[in-house]
């Protein structure tokens, strides 16, 4: 009879911590706060656009993290994990929120209406990390760029994009195919290339 493989665990920076807060030392998940909770909250920003969502959040994302940290398998990286839950949390806040749009952008909405002027390569600015962008005078507009982006596609540019996160990883967190994260962050790409195109053009 042949014999099941076990099942391998990936390497985590943050395991050992991770063990020993579920081992008894409670107070060692601050660690855990301390080294996410900006980046958290920089993606609460990006997602919701309200400092106080953001923050609320944050608050609500460590809670859920607490209360099943003991059910965590390391069989796929922490920080994954926790931007799964972050991602649930934030857009179940957008939807409850009063700043929310009452109804979703339809993909027609925001692809170009002559199709065939569609470049098949991206600009320069829309290939590189968008966490490069933000940094310069554009910011503002890139931001409000992405806030009127409808939020299934603004969760994978933001992952993909600014987070870092890979085609593969960005598809676990949202529990959605790597083909559907690819075309999402291909549509998003092209909605801010619209959307900023006067921008550049000047």
Not at 71 to 76: I, L
Not at 138 to 151: G, H, R, V
């Amino acid at each position: 009879m042949q014999k099941i493989p076990e099942r391998k665990k990936i390497s985590d920076e943050d395991a050992e911590l991770i063990n020993a807060i579920n081992s008894g030392h409670g107070s060692l998940f601050y660690n855990l706060v301390k080294k996410y909770e900006q980046k958290l909250y920089n993606f609460g920003l990006r997602m919701c656009g309200e400092t106080r969502d953001a923050e609320d959040m944050v608050q609500e994302t460590f809670l859920n993290v607490y209360r099943y940290l003991a059910d965590f398998r390391s069989e796929s990286k922490f920080k994954n994990w926790l931007y799964r839950i972050a991602s649930s949390t934030c857009i179940k806040r957008k939807r409850k929120s009063k700043f929310a749009p009452q109804k979703e952008i339809s993909l027609e909405d925001f692809i170009p209406e002559d199709k065939e002027n569609i470049p098949d390569s991206l600009p320069p600015w829309a290939s590189e990390p968008l966490e490069k962008v933000l940094n310069d005078e554009l910011s503002d507009n890139i931001q409000k760029a992405i806030l009127s982006l409808p939020e299934k596609y603004r969760i994978v540019l933001v992952l993909r994009d600014i987070e870092g996160f890979s085609t593969e990883e960005t598809a676990q967190i949202l529990n959605i195919k790597s083909s559907s994260v690819k075309v999402r962050l291909h549509r998003a790409r092209l909605f801010l290339k619209e959307k900023l195109k006067d921008y550049f053009a000047a």
